[in-house]
């Protein structure tokens, strides 16, 4: 049974999935009624160092660099559309690949030509994030964003952090008025 998280809710991961360190982050959303325009989120993930940047843009996946060097994250490909039910974009995570200077893993959408298309989160509804362990394929946490993000363009949903040698989770619902480029320009 999958705990459902509120909105800066932290979890220990690692004990709520029985000390598991594959998972399946799974980020969902749906475009309430629009112009007929496609809503192209892009989700992506950054591991961070202490001091809360990426120590190379090959730490942050996304679209165009679907695995980082150390094969501890891993995205499953682009939807461009976000159409049917369940995960619209997937990024594998293996904990037992992802370096002790990695301090953080967030993750994080945003809307592909916001600005161009006029865009924005409170255009979409039923967003999420959850993790599902890899071993057992069960859902360990989830978390609905319920907040009203009609002036931002992209959106942390949570984050994986390093806290006394186990990984917790931190549900965040960070919204930010950025492009693609810019969001994960600011990890670096």
Partial sequence: M??????????????????????RIGL???ARATDGTDFDLDACAAMLQENGKAASSS??????????????LIHQGDNLTGDGDGDD????????????SVQKIVFAAAIYKAGERSQNFGQ???AFIRAVNLGNNEEVIRYDLSEDYSVNTAVT??????HNGEWKFNATGEGHKMEVGELLNSFL
């Fill in 157 to 162: 949903f949570g984050e994986l952090y390093r």
């Fill in 28 to 30: 969902g959303w749906d």
């Fill in 59 to 72: 730490d942050i996946i996304y679209f165009n660099n679907l695995s980082s060097a150390c094969g501890g």
């Fill in 89 to 100: 974009e997937v990024i594998n995570v293996d904990l037992s690949k992802v370096p002790e």
């Fill in 2 to 23: 999958a705990i459902n998280l509120e909105k800066g809710q932290r979890i220990n991961l690692e004990k709520e999935s029985g000390g598991a360190k594959q998972f």
């Fill in 124 to 126: 979409v509804q039923n």
